[in-house]
């Protein structure tokens, strides 16, 4: 795993939007894999920056989201659609028709997860995906002890996800019970993988992250059975490794 210690949580935004342009730019219909959470917010501000003073180009580009709640609509503030179109999509020519996150206000999840995991077959892997990191290690929202082996499926959020995610809801209780999220197995699928930590409260997980051997008691450490891994980590979060 490649290691990018930055001073801060701006330098990392920055560091993270260069890896992603520089894919766009040489690859113009790339796929990228993206996250949601507070970590890639800087990084999708830069993106806008870059769209409009840089003229990178997302036209033919795609892009498949890890994971949705489920029992959000779409236009719930703290629904995964909500928050890029509203953070990232809106803002730059990415077509929205090219645009893909799970749906998790259908009727029939199984089926739901079996036809976004063809979708990564067909339109994916992503070239480069961008992922955050759960303070209990989790990626996408596969929780520990969810099998590396598992493709696109529901998931029942650990309560110290819930709990953590609460700052974005009115109260823990309007945080759903479940979600979609792809499976470390189809992660792994992507070809190159950009992972962000910033801060005080992920120096723990990053600490594991780097020194534990593959355990599905720690989600992240599947990354170390991928070939083409960036960790970029600000000063704060790399501070116990
Ligand atoms: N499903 C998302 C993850 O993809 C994200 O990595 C994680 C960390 O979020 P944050 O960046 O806000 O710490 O939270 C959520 O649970």
New binding site residues.
Partial sequence: MKVIVTKDYNDLSKKACEYIESQVNRKPDSVLGL??????LGTYRELIEGYRSRSVNYHQAYSLN??EYVGLDKSHPQS?HFFMSNHLFDSINIDPDHTFIPNGKTNDLVHECERYERLIEEIGPPDLQL?????NG????NEPGTPFGRETHLID?AES?RK??ARFFPSIDDVPKQ?I?MGIKSILKSKKIVL?A??E??AEAIKCLLEDEPNEGFPASALKDHDDVTLIVDEQAYKDA
């Fill in positions: 996250a949601t959470g507070g970590t890639p890890l994971d995964y992922l955050g990191i759960g303070q989790h990626i996408g929202f959020l996800t953590a995610n979600a999220t962000l910033s801060g409260e992920k």
